[in-house]
């Protein structure tokens, strides 16, 4: 039985076509051994995970450096400084006129809630920094220049938090844990005011 299989293989690959399959499959495994997967790094990307409602943000989130726009200026920011305060992070774009529309009540619950919750704008979007500040610093519509920094040519964010319209809301509670994704219905003073009396409320 045994060299009946083995001799039926024998015929089989001593074919031309045979072996040119063969090697055909050969080459591919090898290719696909070689060729870097668009999620290990390898490329020189590196994907973030998305944050799962409950968890964590990684540490990198708070020691990574963004670009930031604030005080009519842009710098190299690590947000280090938001960290042990409720943050919620506005994603936005410059051809999104809903976004625009409420940065004044993002400046307003800023004004309101001053030292005890954080917020900052984010834009994955645009690659024209010169174009960002504009709608940043410019008035019209009934609005003055947004008081509220952002992070513009954002990549990692948008991986943390996946997306695909704006405007979207992530919230962060004291600890870093996203409690939740929201539309702008969902930015009103009740969720804010709520967030923040639960402040220090939960174990850690």
């Known amino acids: ?18 072996r040119a399959m ?10 696909s051994a070689q060729t870097p997967r668009q999620d290990s790094g390898a490329n020189g990307l590196n994907i973030a995970q998305p944050v799962m409602l409950g968890f964590r943000v990684p540490e ?18 690590t947000l280090e400084k938001y960290r042990g305060k409720p943050l919620i992070l506005d994603f936005w774009a410059t051809w999104c006129p809903s976004c625009i529309a409420k940065f004044p009540k993002v400046d307003q619950f800023k004004q309101i809630y001053r030292d005890r919750m954080n917020f900052i704008l984010v834009n994955s979007f645009d690659t024209d920094t010169q174009k960002v500040a504009t709608v940043l610093t410019s008035e019209g519509n009934g609005r003055q220049p947004t008081q509220t920094a952002s992070i513009v040519n954002d990549v990692y964010l948008k991986q943390l938090f996946p997306h695909q319209s704006v405007p979207i809301y992530i919230w962060l509670d004291e600890y870093g844990r996203l409690q939740a994704s929201s539309t702008a219905n969902f930015l009103n003073d009740d969720q804010v005011r709520g967030m923040v009396e639960r402040m220090k409320g939960g174990k850690q």
């Open 60 to 77: 990198e989130f708070w020691s990574r450096e963004f670009m930031i726009f604030e005080n009519g200026k842009y710098t190299r920011q």
């Open 1 to 18: 039985m045994m060299k009946s299989i083995l001799y039926n293989l024998y015929k089989a690959f001593k074919s031309k076509r045979a």
């Open 22 to 31: 063969l090697l055909c499959l050969v080459s591919m495994f090898s290719l």
